[in-house]
T-cell receptor, first 112, second 113 residues
Framework: SAVISQKPSRDICQRGTSLTIQCQVDSQVTMMFWYRQQPGQSLTLIATANQGSEATYESGFVIDKFPISRPNLTFSTLTVSNMSPEDSSIYLC?????????FGPGTRLTVT | DAKTTQPTSMDCAEGRAANLPCNHSTISGNEYVYWYRQIHSQGPQYIIHGLKNNETNEMASLIITEDRKSSTLILPHATLRDTAVYYCIVRVAYGGATNKLIFGTGTLLAVQP
């Protein structure tokens, strides 16, 4: 199994600013994923981040808005740029295990 | 888009078995059925997965129909702590971009005392 921590756990930000979310894993993993969960909704995949390559974004998500870094096999960051109230969501990182995915506790973001 | 259909919500009495159905009529031969659950304000938790045979682990049992077009997750003795949203997902077990999970709307299981 993998233990995942995220920072911050929650934040309240003003529109127009940016927030960087950190994801730390207790073991080396190749594939990491970033998800968004809007209030009352299911999870939506933002992008897949493999170490040593550019992140692959899902339809509707762009690098300028959600830049991702993956500097090593245990760490990744997701930045939510130029935030608007519509970005208020829980952001979760996830890693691929042998056959399942493990999820972090999430970062609850509120944009005012 | 999610390839599964689940009821929006279900109730279950504490101590009884909870049977959560899932339809996946377009599943491909190499796709597995995965179940995750999300307890309020937490990240999703893996429960179980299977290809064609029924599976059981310490958390639950997974019954897959012979034609693989539907499945049922069984929690044998539901407790209040099993109240959560349960997601049924089909995907290839491993291999590149197909590792990604596509979440549907899930079933909110409410275990009643």
């Amino acid at each position: 199994s993998a233990v995942i921590s995220q920072k911050p756990s929650r934040d309240i930000c003003q529109r127009g600013t940016s927030l960087t979310i950190q994801c730390q894993v207790d073991s080396q993993v190749t594939m990491m994923f970033w998800y968004r969960q809007q209030p009352g909704q299911s999870l939506t995949l933002i992008a897949t981040a493999n170490q040593g390559s550019e992140a692959t974004y899902e339809s509707g998500f762009v690098i300028d808005k959600f830049p991702i870094s993956r500097p090593n096999l245990t760490f990744s960051t997701l930045t939510v740029s130029n935030m608007s109230p519509e970005d208020s969501s829980i952001y979760l990182c996830s890693v691929q295990g042998s056959y399942e995915q493990y999820f972090g506790p999430g970062t609850r973001l509120t944009v005012t | 888009d999610a390839k599964t259909t689940q009821p929006t919500s279900m109730d279950c009495a504490e101590g009884r078995a909870a049977n959560l159905p899932c339809n996946h009529s377009t599943i491909s031969g190499n796709e597995y059925v995965y179940w995750y659950r999300q307890i309020h304000s937490q990240g999703p938790q893996y429960i179980i997965h299977g290809l064609k045979n029924n599976e059981t682990n310490e958390m639950a049992s997974l019954i897959i129909t012979e034609d693989r077009k539907s499945s049922t997750l069984i929690l044998p003795h539901a407790t209040l702590r099993d109240t959560a949203v349960y997601y049924c997902i089909v995907r290839v077990a491993y291999g590149g971009a197909t590792n990604k999970l596509i979440f549907g709307t899930g079933t909110l299981l409410a275990v009643q005392p």
